[in-house]
């Protein structure tokens, strides 16, 4: 029976060469990005084509998510913050639109694998660190010392501010990876579960109700998990950029 | 992991995979980058140069367009409050003018009436006395007359009583008498 990692190996679909030990291939997760991409492509382009003034359905939705993630970014990083929005926007569409389409059985799931979305996390952080040094010089490195502490204090304060922000793209990373990667373990195992427990006649049908019970609640639950680490990958984006606007504490 | 050994206790995965943790497979990593690169970069392209844009028209165009709405709206309620206030003095006006000409207009038909009654009645009183001057006239030739018929009847009594007729001077006097008794 096919194990339930399957479902995260990458296989090559067009081979391109190699570098070094790794192969550059057009791969399954390169086509679900290439999915992604273009999904999120045709309803917007859709969906904005219009700009009536009173909005059709898909009019309406993108506007509800773009005010969605537009009141998340003001709230977080301020009026300033939205010169952002479009970095933003694009991670939001680009996590969501990948979790969303990781839950169609036999989809990949973009977002199941650590390096795509600790890339996606070093961009934020990256970006955080280079439009703070731009905007602010060193004042940016004023983030590191909590402003109220006594002076024999501050180096420890430091230190532990220092090991926060530098494991931000860490915990960033392995929060949307670790949650898509077990919700979708989790999901397989009951699944194989029903088809074990199917072969064993008419007590293990019976029996087989149990997990398949579960698989339904989980779908469930693994689609608000899929909304909810888009939706706390944004607002956690829009927290840390506020840092590179505002790094006084 | 870079080198694939299967090493019989993982389950193999599929395809040219090769066994152990697919999301840790940094073989894999360069070209999931690459494919990543390319997809986010066209995403966040689209997003910023056509979605974004497009989006933000709409949305500041539509709040633009009420804040302008409203804005005319509270114009034409000012006017609308302006007229009406016009409308209530004039209406104050017309009704106290109204009332002023009716009020003349009252004041005029009293006074003549007044007038009429007064000649009419000044009228009447000429007529009165006249007719008073006239009962009064009558009365004192009626009491001649009566007079008259007394003296003639007081002497054809007497004849008839008397065999002889009195003298003129003589009724007179008892006449006189008699009737002022």
């Known amino acids: ?249 | 992991m870079a080198t694939p050994q299967k090493t019989g206790t993982e389950v193999p995965g599929g395809g040219n995979a090769g066994p152990g943790f697919p999301p840790f497979k940094t073989e894999t990593f360069a070209s999931q980058l690459l494919w990543l690169a390319i997809f986010f970069g066209l995403l966040y392209w689209l997003v910023s140069k056509v979605f974004a844009p497009r989006l933000t028209e709409v949305i500041e165009g539509r709040a633009s367009r009420i804040a302008r709405d409203l804005e005319e709206a509270a114009a034409a309620k000012v006017k609308a409050e302006e007229a009406g206030a016009a409308y209530e003095k004039s209406l104050a006006e017309a009704k106290a003018k109204a009332q002023a000409i009716a009020q003349a207009r009252r004041d005029e038909v009293n006074k003549a009436s007044e007038a009429r009654r007064k000649s009419l009645e000044s009228d009447l009183a000429t007529r009165l006395a006249a007719a008073e001057a006239q009962i009064a006239d009558t009365k004192t030739k009626a009491m001649a007359n009566v007079e008259g018929i007394a003296a003639d009847a007081a002497s054809a009594i007497v004849q008839r009583l008397g065999g002889t007729a009195p003298s003129r001077g003589d009724l007179d006097a008892a006449l006189k008498a008699a009737l002022k008794a």
């Open chain 1, 1 to 249: 029976m096919a194990s339930p990692l399957d479902q995260f190996v990458i296989k090559p679909i067009i081979p391109l060469g190699k570098i070094g030990a790794s192969e550059i291939a057009f791969t399954n997760a390169s086509l679900f990005m290439m999915l992604v991409v273009g999904a999120i492509g045709l309803f917007f382009m859709a969906a904005t084509s219009q700009r009536a003034l009173v909005p059709g359905r898909m009019q309406a939705f993108a506007e509800m998510l773009y005010e969605f993630v537009a009141n998340t970014l003001k709230s977080a990083a301020g009026k300033e913050g939205m010169q952002f929005f479009p970095l933003v926007f694009s991670l939001f569409l680009f996590v969501l639109t990948a979790n969303f389409m990781g839950m169609i059985p036999g989809a990949f799931t973009v977002t199941s694998h650590i390096i795509v979305t600790f890339a996606l996390a070093m961009l934020v952080f990256l970006t955080v660190i280079g439009v703070g040094f731009a905007k602010h010089g060193t004042h940016f490195l004023g983030l590191f010392v909590p402003g109220g502490a006594p002076g024999w204090l501050v180096p420890f304060l430091v230190v532990i501010e220092v090991i926060s922000f530098l494991s931000r793209p860490i915990s960033l990373s392995m929060r949307l990876f670790a949650n898509m990667l077990a919700g979708h373990i989790a999901l397989k195992v009951f699944a194989g579960f029903v088809v074990s427990l199917g072969a064993l006649g008419v007590g293990g049908i019976l029996g087989a109700t149990l997990p398949l019970g579960m698989i339904v609640a989980l779908t469930a639950l693994e689609f608000l998990v899929a909304f909810l680490q888009a939706y706390v990958f944004t607002i956690l984006t829009c927290v840390y950029l506020n840092d590179a606007l505002h790094p006084g504490h």
